[in-house]
């Protein structure tokens, strides 16, 4: 088996390009990458001490709708808010029937005390904190909440930690922590202080084809924004690891959802 050649030295692409890489492959996103399990709503729920039935929430970087279908599901009043045209597209495909507007989370398109609920499925990570914990202060009513979460790879998992040293030789350490593991220490959530986040760990899994292993791997920024023949060699490369420890071609996949709720006086 021939390794991938690692990520050349040099600058990377930045935060704005990897945040926007994501327009092109919204058809990918959507089909490979993983929703998130019951038991996290239950848990959304019970640190918001709100049910979801009938609360009207905000979903910031909704992407392809991923949580939004669950919370709506649910019974929650949804307004979907995307900055991406090839995401929002994706979204208007599968949610035909729930308010999508564009737009983003340092600067949200929406009137002031409006919801009870703010939520950032895997998105987070793409705002300034400077700008977006404000914004979310400003939409939430008085009693209302912040939600924010992520699905990341349980590092407990021996194949799930080879194959994250893997991602590190091929991408550098850093880069491969944001594509496995985006909920990571570190990450400056609020840097003001002004919030007191409540978290909470939800441990599940699902079992995928091999392909659609690959496809969710490859549809993290950092692979979208690699060089294309580098991150092919990569996913082959993949496969070969994956085929060895699954010969029967079915991944389980194991998440931890990373929950951080954070309530308004």
Known sequence: MTAAQPWPAGPRPSHAARAGSFDAAAAQYAANRPSYPPALLDAVE????R??????????GAGTGIATALLHARGADV??????????????RALPGVPLVRGDGNALPVADARADLVTYAQSWHWTDPAR???????????????????????????????AGRRAARFLGPDAAAEAGRPGRPGLRV?????????????????????????????????????PAERTAAFL?????????????GTVEETYDVLLLVARTP
């Open 46 to 49: 019970e640190l918001a001490d």
């Open 51 to 60: 049910p979801l039935p009938g609360a009207r929430t905000v979903d910031v």
């Open 79 to 92: 307004l979907a808010v995307e900055p991406g045209a090839g995401m929002a597209a994706e979204f208007r």
């Open 132 to 162: 977006s914990v404000p914004e979310a202060l400003r939409v939430l009513r008085p009693g209302g909440a912040l939600a924010l979460w992520w699905n990341t790879e349980a590092p407990d998992v021996p194949w799930i930690a080879e």
């Open 190 to 226: 609020d840097p003001s202080g002004r919030l007191a986040f409540a978290s909470r760990t939800v441990r599940w899994s699902r079992r995928v084809p091999v392909d659609t292993r690959l496809a969710n791997i490859g549809s993290h920024s950092v692979f979208l924004v690699a």
């Open 236 to 248: 082959e490369a993949e496969r070969a690891h994956l085929l060895a420890v699954f010969p029967d």
